[in-house]
């Protein structure tokens, strides 16, 4: 599924600075559809000379603002909803794994106690690094753990993405709210109308 309409603006007119169009495109899934959108079209006008803006070009652009605000606002908090799930998943994972490998480390303990008989002040408590360590260096342990890290790292990503977004067209349409009131003062001004309140 696209979100709003392919469009070949540009984001940067200077002819001389080049920014790859992929930096510019968004993509995330949010219960199995996935959504793509350049943003790029989103912060650029079709014209290059702000004072050839229509006030239709005005009012559209201050449309996508708002329509498209309120769509990366609605997808970062879809994927806060899917992180909050599967950082339980994790967790509970985590967890029962922790135990279980506890308990290995006891047996290896007593082992080691009965076939070289060493004290049990030798060991010490088990510690978390210890526990940490043995799930990295068990390959379908650490395999599980870095796959529910990389989840976790990409929707956090999209997350910021989207929440920026949503702050920047929140900017952008307080910037064009102001050309408008500007362009409408000018207007004013030329007609010899002046406000004298």
């Known amino acids: 599924m696209k979100i709003g309409q392919e469009n070949k603006k540009k984001l940067v007119y200077d002819k001389e600075e080049f920014i ?13 559809k996935v959504f ?14 702000l004072d050839d803006l229509t006030d239709e070009d005005l009012d559209k652009a201050l449309d996508n603002c708002s329509y498209y605000r309120f769509t990366f606002l609605a997808a970062g908090a879809e994927i806060e909803t899917k992180m909050a799930k599967v ?14 490998i506890r308990r290995n480390i006891m047996h290896e303990r007593k082992e080691i106690r009965e076939k070289e008989s060493v004290p049990n002040s030798w060991f010490g408590s088990i510690t978390k690094a210890e526990i940490e360590n043995k799930i990295l260096i068990t390959p379908e342990y650490a395999e599980i753990f870095n796959d ?6 990409a929707m956090a990503k999209q997350k910021k993405l989207l ?12 910037h064009l709210q102001s050309l408008g009131k500007r362009r409408l003062e ?12």
């Open 20 to 32: 790859d169009p992929s930096f510019f495109k968004i993509q995330f899934e949010i219960n199995g």
């Open 36 to 49: 793509k959108k350049a943003v790029d079209g989103l912060l650029a006008f079709e014209v290059e000379n």
């Open 87 to 100: 950082t339980r998943e994790f967790t509970a994972w985590y967890g029962n794994l922790t135990e279980e």
């Open 148 to 153: 529910y890290q990389d989840r976790l790292e």
């Open 163 to 174: 929440f920026g977004l949503r702050d920047i067209l929140q900017d952008r349409g307080g």
């Open 186 to 197: 000018n207007r004013k001004f030329s007609f010899g109308v002046r406000d004298h309140g």
